[in-house]
């Protein structure tokens, strides 16, 4: 049976290059029983090696609200909410962990030469942003192990610099979300607030139908692994062309309603 090392290495993981990790601890699981979190992990930094780098979203979605229900975001203890997986890697001792209240990161590697704690762009995944540190580098790909486009956080990058007609507009009013991030430092005002990415899975089925990315499966783990420069600029095509695919059905999303209530009606 293929070990999980080797299957990084058939899909084209290779040395130095800085990937960008979305993962489903269960579904990983699910091709390679009892694989630990660590072997995971230690797999694919044996893979990149020490001259490439691993990031791992680590969020937390720490926005003020108006009813002071927030959680604060403390760098050191909050859980990462992006998977088992990426709260296991963040505490690693040579992991670096970004300070944004809403979207930190959890680097290792290369980036932590460009990137320290204290990074926290007043746009999270905009100017500033890791996002923007990958797109400007060939020598970047976007890993998703077990996790489909609703994952694709790259996304949100894209909407910003399309931009799509709603890109500095925050549909989460309703929930009472305001565009502040909280943290034990204190509130940080944003610039956006990043939406709703439930149809970033109309743009995973035109790249695979365009043939541009492919529908891979290992047993039960689905995964794509993409340089993301290439799929950014497809992005910015798409994202421009087709802005109402982004948005759920109508009816089916409050956020996603507000944004065609203003934007395209
Ligand atoms: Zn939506």
């Known amino acids: 049976m293929m070990t999980f090392k080797e299957f990084l290495i058939e899909i084209g993981l290779k040395g130095n290059a800085n990937v960008l990790v979305h993962s489903s601890?269960?579904?990983?699981?699910?091709?390679?029983?009892?694989?630990?979190?660590?072997?995971?992990?230690?797999?694919?930094?044996?893979?990149?090696?020490?001259?490439?780098?691993?990031?791992?979203?680590t969020f937390t979605y720490c926005f003020k609200r108006l009813d002071g229900s927030n959680e604060i975001?403390?760098?050191?203890?909050?859980?990462?909410?992006?998977?088992?997986?990426?709260?296991?890697?963040?505490?690693?001792?040579?992991?670096?962990?970004?300070?944004?209240?809403?979207?930190?990161?959890?680097?290792?590697g290369n980036v932590t030469k460009y990137f320290d704690e204290i990074n926290s762009p007043t746009s999270p995944l905009g100017k500033g942003s890791i996002m923007e540190?990958?797109?400007?580098r060939e020598n970047s790909y976007i890993l998703m192990l077990?996790?489909?486009?609703?994952?694709?956080?790259?996304?949100?990058y894209v909407e910003l610099k399309a931009p799509v007609p709603w890109s500095n507009y925050s549909p989460w009013d309703y929930l009472g979300v305001l565009k502040i991030g909280v943290s034990v430092y204190g509130e940080q005002n944003l610039?956006?607030?990043?939406?709703?990415?439930?149809?970033?899975?109309?743009?995973?089925?035109?790249?695979?139908?365009?043939n541009i990315i492919k529908n891979n499966s290992e047993k039960n783990m689905n995964y794509y692994y993409f340089n993301a420069k290439q799929i950014y600029e497809e992005?910015?095509?798409?994202?421009?062309?087709?802005?109402?695919?982004?948005?759920?059905?109508?009816g089916?999303?409050?956020?996603?309603?507000?944004?065609?209530?203003?934007?395209l009606v």
């Open 235 to 250: 992005g910015i095509k798409y994202f421009k062309d087709n802005s109402e695919e982004l948005l759920c059905p109508m």
């Open 146 to 156: 077990g996790v489909d486009f609703t994952s694709f956080t790259l996304g949100h």
């Open 133 to 136: 540190w990958l797109v400007e």
């Open 191 to 210: 610039i956006e607030v990043p939406g709703c990415a439930k149809s970033f899975v109309n743009f995973e089925k035109y790249l695979i139908e365009k």
């Open 252 to 263: 089916s999303c409050l956020a996603c309603d507000s944004r065609r209530e203003k934007f």
């Open 25 to 57: 601890y269960l579904k990983i699981r699910s091709a390679f029983p009892n694989i630990s979190m660590d072997r995971i992990i230690g797999s694919i930094q044996d893979v990149l090696t020490e001259k490439g780098s691993l990031i791992m979203p």
């Open 73 to 108: 975001f403390n760098r050191l203890n909050s859980k990462s909410k992006t998977g088992a997986i990426t709260e296991a890697f963040r505490k690693y001792s040579d992991v670096k962990r970004t300070s944004s209240p809403t979207h930190s990161f959890a680097l290792w």
